[in-house]
């Protein structure tokens, strides 16, 4: 008898074909978003769930879960997951690190760059009928080249963002829970590690690519966005909490910094609905890791997660052209 497994939510069809030689799939394709309730009926004979950020996989729904062995995010990010309810449990938690650092490293330069040349803005305003005429005023915004980066959150992603950084000639501060090895400052630009407070000071740029926990929570408040430069720009590519969103709407309301470009919100998707009415944010809807190649692949991480985890002796592997056939 195969094992019985839940994909929670819509993805390639291809992965649920390469998973229904080894599992029986309970899929979604219909992308509905699962009540916690109904995430719980459905895991109940459940062996295994490729989960995405949206799942919230609890104590309570761990626990509900009988037969559960496996929860694969389908993420680098698992906050998603009570991992220590998880461990205690005996149920293995996977993620898919690596194969999305340089795609989300381009979008947080994608979002830099818009936010601080008012991409989005200008484009709203053209579309809109507003182009008469030249200014020597029009739209001006922050230099990028030859600027500080600061980058909250040096993980691979935040390592890929500062090796882009040379081509621009920027100075990188960097904080983190630990210090990189000279080895990878050097390659990260040369970046510079510093305490949170004198990073917020000094850059003109701040990206946030640290992981959510109940300490990263609100890592960036009020007090915070006090301390960054009046032209500064910060960019969220990790996790809503990790800003106060009320705090941010507010500093933008009020340019006590230049502008914000965010991917993720607290309680996304449905964003605080004062974002929409401020210019200088640039928004989008979590999609950092959204190219065709890296979607493809952490699906393709996931199942075979799932697959190790589930089936570890299992002769593999996919077959190799399962994900791009
Ligand atoms: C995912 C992400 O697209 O990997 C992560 O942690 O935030 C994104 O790449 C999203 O979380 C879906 O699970």
Redesign the pocket.
Known sequence: MKPKILMARAVFPEVIAGLQQYFEVESNQEDRIFSAAELASRLQDKDGVI????ERISAELLAASPRLKAVC??????N?IDVVAATKAGVMVT??PDV?NET?ADFGWALLMATARRVTESEHWLRAGHWKQWRYDSFLGADVHGATLGIIGMGRIGQAIARRSLGFDMQVLYHNRSRLSPELEARANQARYVGKEELLRQADHVILVLPYSKESHHTIGAAELALMKPGATLVNL??GGIVDDLALIAALRDHKIAAAGLD?FENEPALHPDFLDLSNVVLTP?????SEPT?RA?ADCAARNLLAALLPDKDRPFPPNLLNP
């Not at 989960?51 to 949206?54: E, I, L, N, V």
């Not at 995010?73 to 698992?78: E, F, K, L, S």
């Not at 979590?286 to 959204?290: D, E, G, L, V, W």
């Open positions: 989960a995405t950020a949206s995010n389908q993420a680098v990010g698992y998603n993620n898919t999305l989300t990790a996790r993720v979590h999609i950092a890791s959204a979607r952490m």
